[in-house]
């Protein structure tokens, strides 16, 4: 089929929405539908060895749909934003090179937000040395110490970051000291870019308590299928809880009760407890982009009856 243009915009297709409302499966059936390939933008897909905590797609379930950006860094292989905007680009490049139809399917809000907005991450290369400074430093002073070194660097940065989100005060603080810019400069140059795409955005929903639900019951699936053993194992390969692979949905509250802190029982319940209300978070985040069309999986139809109206719509107005 022929690749949708824009504007001169290439066209990509993105799933997007809190986890557990199916956009594993209807990103798949899409695909299927439109001769297409899947580029996941979920943080923790990244991983090789993560697969239950992280609900990782098989290859069964996969369905012959090619993925990109799954499996290609061991757990303490340190990865940014930028790295991922850079490997998610060229494997969207090389799909529409073959003709066929990206996707962007995940709910990694900031990973979505690098592909389909004007952001240049790329101008300011990641500088491990520094990180490593800066990360030393928010050991021994306290992450808020380095928040309040980043409000004197950049106060319009420090606004928009929150006091103990340590990942993004270093970056910001890199970009800083790194340039002499401060890095809400550069954001504020990107808006005023066109974005690299065209994208046709799809999020996907449900009631609050159908969803809380649907969190409930994968984790004990995931229980049931491996997940304190797929822990165990991990930690016992030598990955350690501080690595921001482990401190992900399911490692962090499972390695507790591996360590005795807690009873798997009160893991459970609180793995449940943080998965909705990372799901919450997700959704706060995705409803802030008004270009997004939202499908409540429940009255759509689940899986197959979002493809429908997906497919219908890419069909009509972008193919």
Same mark, same amino acid.
């Given at each position: 089929?022929?690749?949708?243009?824009?504007?001169?915009?290439?066209?990509?297709?993105?799933?997007?929405?809190?986890?557990?409302?199916?956009?594993?499966?209807?990103?798949?059936?899409?695909?299927?539908?439109?001769?297409?390939?899947?580029?996941?933008?979920?943080?923790?897909?990244?991983?090789?060895?993560?697969?239950?905590?992280?609900?990782?797609?098989?290859?069964?379930?996969?369905?012959?749909?090619?993925?990109?950006?799954?499996?290609?860094?061991?757990?303490?292989?340190?990865?940014?934003?930028?790295?991922?905007?850079?490997?998610?680009?060229?494997?969207?490049? @090389?799909? !529409? %090179?073959? #003709?066929?139809?990206?996707? $962007? *399917?995940?709910?990694? =809000? /900031?990973?979505?937000?690098?592909?389909?907005?004007?952001?240049?991450?790329?101008?300011?290369?990641?500088?491990?040395?520094?990180?490593?400074?800066?990360?030393?430093?928010?050991?021994?002073?306290?992450?808020?110490?380095?928040?309040?070194?980043?409000?004197?660097?950049?106060?319009?940065?420090?606004?928009?970051?929150?006091?103990?989100?340590?990942?993004?005060?270093?970056?910001?603080?890199?970009?800083?000291?790194?340039?002499?810019?401060?890095?809400?400069?550069?954001?504020?140059?990107?808006?005023?870019?066109?974005?690299?795409?065209?994208?046709?955005?799809?999020?996907?929903?449900?009631?609050?308590?159908?969803?809380?639900?649907?969190?409930?019951?994968?984790?004990?699936?995931?229980?049931?299928?491996?997940?304190?053993?797929?822990?165990? @194992?991990? !930690? %016992?390969? #030598?990955?350690?809880?501080? $690595? *921001?692979?482990?401190? =992900? /949905?399911?490692?962090?509250?499972?390695?507790?009760?591996?360590?005795?802190?807690?009873?798997?029982?009160?893991?459970?319940?609180?793995?449940?407890?943080?998965?909705?209300?990372?799901?919450?978070?997700?959704?706060?985040?995705?409803?802030?982009?008004?270009?997004?069309?939202?499908?409540?999986?429940?009255?759509?139809?689940?899986?197959?009856?979002?493809?429908?109206?997906?497919?219908?719509?890419?069909?009509?107005?972008?193919?």
């Amino acid at each position: 089929m022929a690749i949708p243009e824009s504007s001169g915009q290439l066209g990509l297709l993105a799933l997007v929405g809190p986890t557990a409302t199916g956009k594993t499966e209807t990103g798949v059936l899409v695909a299927r539908a439109l001769d297409g390939e899947v580029v996941s933008a979920d943080s923790m897909y990244l991983y090789r060895g993560m697969d239950v905590a992280t609900a990782k797609p098989t290859a069964e379930e996969r369905r012959g749909v090619l993925h990109h950006l799954v499996d290609i860094l061991d757990p303490d292989e340190p990865f940014s934003v930028a790295e991922y905007k850079v490997r998610a680009e060229a494997a969207i490049d @090389r799909i !529409l %090179a073959r #003709g066929r139809v990206p996707i $962007l *399917v995940g709910g990694s =809000g /900031l990973y979505v937000r690098a592909v389909v907005s004007p952001t240049s991450f790329t101008r300011v290369p990641p500088d491990r040395a520094l990180r490593e400074r800066l990360t030393a430093e928010a050991e021994r002073d306290g992450t808020e110490a380095l928040h309040a070194r980043l409000a004197q660097a950049d106060p319009d940065a420090a606004v928009h970051i929150a006091p103990r989100d340590r990942k993004r005060i270093i970056r910001a603080l890199e970009v800083y000291l790194s340039t002499g810019q401060p890095i809400s400069q550069l954001q504020a140059l990107d808006r005023e870019r066109s974005p690299r795409y065209n994208t046709c955005r799809f999020g996907l929903t449900l009631p609050r308590e159908e969803l809380y639900r649907r969190i409930d019951e994968r984790v004990e699936r995931q229980l049931a299928g491996g997940l304190v053993e797929e822990v165990e @194992r991990l !930690l %016992a390969e #030598g990955y350690r809880e501080n $690595l *921001v692979s482990m401190k =992900g /949905l399911g490692y962090a509250q499972i390695a507790r009760f591996l360590r005795g802190v807690c009873s798997l029982e009160e893991a459970v319940v609180q793995l449940k407890r943080d998965t909705r209300r990372f799901a919450k978070r997700q959704l706060t985040w995705f409803r802030a982009d008004t270009s997004i069309t939202w499908l409540d999986m429940r009255t759509v139809g689940g899986p197959a009856g979002a493809t429908n109206l997906i497919v219908a719509e890419w069909r009509q107005g972008w193919a």
